[in-house]
């Protein structure tokens, strides 16, 4: 059985199932806690700007996974 690490918080994902328990994005993989924490950071971040634009949360959706992932 393949095993899969989160990641952000590297701890194992059993029985990876994509969609049910775990997300790829951008060649990473996420558990669910670490999606969440993803999308209210990207949330935080995206406070602190003006303007609200999909195009400008994608690129801080983004970085964010980029910063809990390296
Ligand atoms: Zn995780």
Redesign the pocket.
């Given at each position: 059985m393949v095993q899969l690490f989160?990641d952000?918080?590297?701890?194992e994902i059993r029985k990876p199932s994509r969609g049910v328990n775990y997300i790829s994005l951008l060649g990473y993989d996420?558990?669910l806690?670490?999606r969440d924490d993803l999308t209210r950071q990207t949330g935080k971040a995206m406070h602190k700007k003006e303007a609200y634009q999909l195009k400008a949360y994608n690129g801080v959706y983004e970085q964010t996974l980029r910063r809990m992932c390296k």
């Open positions: 989160c952000s918080c590297d701890k996420l558990c806690p670490c």
